[in-house]
């Protein structure tokens, strides 16, 4: 069974940087591609980024792109979000997700973490 586990999420102040890691286990992770999502109070869940598995392409969804960073440790099962002049609307829930697809659409990806709260202060 694929278990995902998220942890880096905090209350930092606007213009802040903060990490996310993803710890994956069971399964192949080489094989997975990899997702951010999140969902803020009251809205649905968005995409955030994807890594493939076979080649590390990258994908942001324009929300997040040249602050955010998705990047994976193929050796270690781990995967992680570099979040870089962070605003507070990025305030949310954050949740990884696998899947054989890198795609936008969460229903594609049928392994997912129970989130991290990432706060940002005005």
């Known amino acids: 069974q694929v278990q995902l586990v998220e942890s880096g999420g905090g209350l930092v102040q606007a213009g802040d940087s903060l990490r996310l890691s993803c710890a994956v286990s069971?399964?192949?992770?080489?094989?997975?591609?990899m997702a951010w999502f999140r969902q803020a109070p009251g809205k649905g869940r968005e995409f955030v980024a994807t890594i493939n598995w076979s080649d590390s392409s990258t994908y942001y969804s324009d929300a997040v792109k040249g602050r955010f960073f998705i990047s994976r440790d193929n050796a270690r099962n781990m995967v992680y979000l570099q979040m870089n002049s962070l605003k507070p609307e990025d305030t949310a829930v954050y949740f990884c997700a696998a899947g054989r697809r890198a795609h936008t659409v969460l229903s594609t990806y049928p392994y997912r973490g129970q989130g991290t709260q990432v706060t940002v202060s005005s």
């Open positions: 069971g399964g192949t992770f080489s094989s997975y591609a």
